[in-house]
Antibody, heavy 113, light 112 residues
Framework: EVQLVESGGSLVQPGGSLKLSCVAS????????MDWVRQTPGKSLEWIGE????????NYAPSIKDRFTISRDNAKSTLYLQMSNVKSDDTAIYYC??????WGQGVMVTVSS | DIVMTQGALPNPVPSGESASITCQSS???????????LNWYLQRPGQSPQLLIY???TRASGVSDRFSGSGSGTDFTLKISSVEAEDVGVYYC?????????FGAGTKLELK
């Protein structure tokens, strides 16, 4: 069974940093591109970015580019989202997803002073 | 960015009736390879999104055949035949033709 489990969400102050993790199991992690998607409270979904299979290529949404970094460790079957200089607009549930077919349960990030 | 615009449903929908959800893209999602780069999702209350349809009309594994997707390059429809209680939630369309990938605002389905 495919499983994606996010962790690392918390309350963070504006301008601060946070790193989310997504541990994958039930499939060969290194064979798949992976994405991060977020959902603001009561609102729609927003694509954040993606990373290719070996971590050499990433694509980002303009709203977070230069502030967020996606990386992966295939040996640990883990996807990461490094968030820096966070803003109140970054408050959301963050999901990792495997080609949109499988999704994690999401992790909450709250940006507030 | 490609803008995805979803229509509303005349909620609540009577159980057993069919429902059609529309989605319009600001640019054609039809690729030169003949595929249309559109996904449909259902997000049930308190759950993560679930992929229902990809390539505009291909059902994801395990998805009921009561769900069907159709459309052209810019206008799309998700049809749910014989709506059931488990279909309640918010439906989203998404384009994955261009970066950034973009989603519609969502269409809520409520059951009568």
């Amino acid at each position: 069974e495919v499983q994606l489990v996010e962790s690392g969400g918390s309350l963070v102050q504006p301008g601060g940093s946070l790193k989310l993790s997504c541990v994958a199991s039930g499939f060969t992690f290194s064979n798949y591109w992976m994405d991060w998607v977020r959902q603001t409270p009561g609102k729609s979904l927003e694509w954040i970015g993606e990373i290719n299979t070996d971590g050499s290529k990433t694509n980002y949404a303009p709203s977070i580019k230069d502030r967020f970094t996606i990386s992966r460790d295939n040996a640990k079957s883990t996807l990461y989202l490094q968030m820096s200089n966070v803003k109140s607009d970054d408050t959301a549930i963050y999901y990792c997803t495997r080609i949109y077919l499988s999704w994690g349960q999401g992790v909450m990030v709250t940006v507030s002073s | 960015d490609i803008v995805m615009t979803q229509g509303a449903l005349p909620n609540p929908v009577p159980s057993g009736e069919s429902a059609s959800i529309t989605c319009q893209s600001s640019k054609s999602l039809l690729h030169s390879n003949g595929k249309t780069y559109l996904n449909w999702y259902l997000q049930r209350p308190g759950q993560s999104p679930q992929l229902l349809i990809y390539w505009m009309s291909t059902r994801a594994s395990g998805v009921s055949d009561r769900f069907s997707g159709s459309g052209s390059g810019t206008d799309f429809t998700l049809k749910i035949s014989s709506v059931e209680a488990e279909d309640v939630g918010v439906y989203y369309c998404q384009q994955f033709l261009e970066y950034p990938r973009t989603f519609g605002a969502g269409t809520k389905l409520e059951l009568k």
